[in-house]
């Protein structure tokens, strides 16, 4: 997996915040999904109320752990981006309608990793790309994606545990990145390592949450 969607949205100015509003939202989920169409031949159909239904799950869920982003602003965009991912797999807004004609046999590594899971990837690269352009934006630096992106048996996994447990998608999107997955709470930005080891041990200027 490379960084392709960033180069789109690093010229957006306050990705971050322009991400959560609904328009902008759909507008980067749709050029992500052109993006993957024109380097790889897949085109989707996309459902605009199940995209949005996912956005506004989204907000709300992340609304109530945004006190978490005064602990650790960068682990936080991780953690935010894969509560979108979440959502978008359970709300499924995107149906791949045609694939390249290409020999499986003849298929890289990342091509046979789409094949596998094109609607997957499409939502896994949608959040990759915007961690990536935001975290750029606002610390000058994105994380380095992991080997284990481009494996196909990490993908084998990552489908059936989503497809039993859909918060799994937080934690393989962690892996993904190189952070240290929390598979039994991955849903839970109080849980993740990050959050601990700076409530622990505290950086100067840092906040901590207010106890009770």
């Given at each position: 997996?490379?960084f ?35 380097h ?17 799950n ?11 982003a ?8 991780i953690?935010?981006?894969?509560l979108?991912?979440k ?17 499986v ?27 990536a352009a935001i ?8 994380p ?9 048996r990490?993908?084998?996994?990552y ?5 039993e447990?859909?918060d799994?998608?937080?934690a393989?999107l962690?892996k ?15 849980a ?11 950086k100067?200027g840092?906040?901590?949450l207010?106890?009770?």
């Amino acid at each position: 997996m490379d960084f392709l969607f960033r180069d789109e949205l690093i010229h957006m100015p306050d990705l971050r915040h322009r991400l959560r509003q609904l328009r902008w939202f759909r507008m980067a989920f749709r050029k992500n999904a052109a993006l993957i169409a024109e380097h790889y031949g897949y085109q989707f159909a996309i459902d605009e109320t199940r995209l949005t239904r996912a956005f506004l799950n989204w907000v709300e869920t992340v609304e109530q752990q945004k006190s978490y982003a005064r602990i650790d602003r960068k682990d936080f965009i991780i953690f935010a981006a894969g509560l979108v991912l979440k959502e978008l797999i359970i709300e499924a807004p995107a149906k791949v309608q045609s694939r390249p004609a290409q020999p499986v046999s003849e298929l890289t590594q990342m091509q046979s990793i789409i094949e596998f899971w094109p609607e997957g990837f499409l939502y896994t690269n949608y959040c990759v790309g915007a961690i990536a352009a935001i975290c750029e934006q606002e610390f000058g630096t994105a994380p380095a994606i992991d080997s284990c992106a481009d494996d196909l048996r990490t993908w084998w996994s990552y489908r059936e545990n989503v497809r039993e447990i859909p918060d799994s998608a937080i934690a393989f999107l962690d892996k993904f990145l190189g952070a240290e997955p929390n598979w039994i709470m991955p849903n839970l930005a109080s849980a993740r390592s990050a959050v601990q080891r700076a409530l622990v041990s505290p950086k100067p200027g840092s906040a901590r949450l207010p106890n009770g």
